[in-house]
């Protein structure tokens, strides 16, 4: 058995998750891995679950984040599957 990262639960269904630059992290949980590897909004804080929006480097949950918060670039940024802004 392994123990959460995130919980410390020693738990018989723990898995790893294994970043590209090498780190490995077990969880019990999704809760628990997206709690501790989820990014987080740039603007209203929350964790970006789903595929979030990236304008100029910066993270956001929705496009309205984006445009709340990345200015120009933001503003270009569409609510669409497979959108980019022009």
């Keep these: 058995m392994a123990t959460c990262e995130v919980c410390g ?10 970043t590209t630059s090498g780190a490995v ?6 809760e ?8 987080v909004c740039e603007h209203c804080q929350c964790k970006v679950i789903g595929h979030g929006v990236e304008v100029a480097g910066r993270f956001f949950c929705c496009a309205h984040c984006a445009r709340s918060a990345a200015g ?12 980019r802004p022009s």
């Design 9 to 18: 639960n020693d738990y018989w269904m723990t898995f790893e998750i294994h």
């Design 32 to 39: 628990c891995a997206i709690h501790r590897m989820a990014p």
């Design 72 to 83: 120009t670039q933001g503003a270009e940024t569409r609510d669409a599957v497979g959108a």
């Design 25 to 30: 992290h077990t969880f019990d949980s999704f």
